[in-house]
């Protein structure tokens, strides 16, 4: 979290803002940030998929949760948390 949000904090404290245009338009803004936040979005849209079809698998409650936790704090957050509370339901089965 410290790591993402440093530089969201920044961000935001240098004018940034999530309105849509200004927002992607600063994520799109050249070659590396256009390859570094498809990738990041790419995977959290698969982490998404992935959490929806292994919690009704395994019966985690709130998988919605974990999505709003990948696309609002971290997708370094919302993974290892979900991973982690998958592993302890598996653990106790």
Do not use: H, M
Not at 46 to 58: E, L, N
């Amino acid at each position: 979290t410290l790591a993402t949000w440093y530089f969201n904090i920044a961000y935001f404290a240098g004018g940034g803002s999530v309105a849509p245009s200004v927002f992607f338009q600063s994520a799109f803004a050249n070659p590396l940030t256009t390859s570094i936040t498809l990738d990041v979005y790419l995977a959290g849209l698969v982490f998404s998929v992935w959490v929806f079809a292994a919690a009704k698998r395994v019966g985690i409650k709130w998988p919605a949760l974990y999505i709003l936790l990948c696309f609002f704090v971290a997708l370094t957050v919302a993974f290892p948390i979900f991973l982690a509370v998958r592993e302890r339901i598996l653990t106790r089965a």
